[in-house]
């Protein structure tokens, strides 16, 4: 039987490393990307029967990206992947127009049946469990640190040299906070924590 192709799309490294190793001996991994823009000049070139993407990502977040896959090769299958569990993300990714999805705390068969089920337009956009916003509470401190220097304008570079982090260090608490917030875009995360108090313009 034919194997299916796959694109993966997970900007931390340590994750895309860990379902690469999952997804190899089940399919053909075409490609790992690790930001929106990429992913989708990538399936525009690979024409992969199946994407799994990650819903926050630098560029273009998984969300927003959809839409553009769904141009880019219209016989691309999305399955998205995330470790939150808000119904709100399954709600958004199917209007998006994806295929299947699945919550990152889920079995690995659960994400190899869903990309079979959505290959084979079977795909279930099955609700996550929902869960209470925990709100800015739910923030590291080293998190609303970062937030409030995203609010005062600083580049993550330079949060990187305020705190004497590497930039990707930055980024990867900034992608999670939002992710915890249930926020997609900076501008949003900057609104929320000054709604919030978390941080003063």
């Given at each position: 039987m034919k194997r299916l192709r796959v694109l993966l799309a997970d900007d931390h490294r340590m994750v895309a490393e860990g379902l690469q190793s999952l997804l190899e001996p089940e399919f053909d991994l075409v490609g790992i990307v690790e930001d929106g823009r990429r992913l989708v000049e990538?399936?525009?070139?690979?024409?992969?029967?199946?994407?799994?993407?990650?819903?926050?990502?630098?560029?273009?977040?998984?969300?927003?990206?959809?839409?553009?896959?769904?141009?880019?090769?219209?016989?691309?299958r999305i399955v998205v992947v995330t470790m939150h569990r808000e119904a709100a993300y399954a709600r958004r990714a199917r209007e998006a127009g994806a295929d299947g999805f699945v919550?990152?705390?889920?079995?690995?068969?659960?994400?190899?049946?869903?990309?079979?089920?959505?290959?084979?337009?079977?795909?279930?956009?099955?609700?996550?469990?929902?869960?209470?916003?925990a709100g800015d509470a739910a923030l590291t401190p080293r998190q609303q640190e970062i937030v409030q220097l995203?609010?005062?304008?600083?580049?993550?570079?330079?949060?990187?040299?305020?705190?004497?982090?590497?930039?990707?260090?930055?980024?990867?608490?900034?992608?999670?906070?939002?992710?915890?917030?249930?926020?997609?875009?900076?501008?949003?995360?900057?609104?929320?924590?000054?709604?919030?108090?978390?941080?003063?313009?």
């Open positions: 990538e399936t525009a070139a690979l024409k992969p029967d199946v994407a799994v993407v990650d819903i926050t990502m630098p560029r273009l977040n998984g969300l927003e990206a959809i839409p553009l896959l769904k141009r880019a090769s219209p016989d691309t919550l990152k705390s889920a079995a690995a068969d659960d994400l190899i049946a869903a990309i079979r089920a959505a290959a084979g337009g079977q795909g279930e956009m099955k609700p996550a469990p929902v869960r209470p916003n995203v609010v005062k304008g600083l580049t993550a570079k330079e949060i990187a040299s305020v705190l004497g982090l590497s930039v990707r260090t930055i980024e990867f608490h900034k992608y999670r906070a939002m992710e915890t917030l249930g926020i997609t875009t900076s501008a949003e995360l900057i609104r929320y924590a000054i709604e919030r108090g978390i941080a003063k313009p």
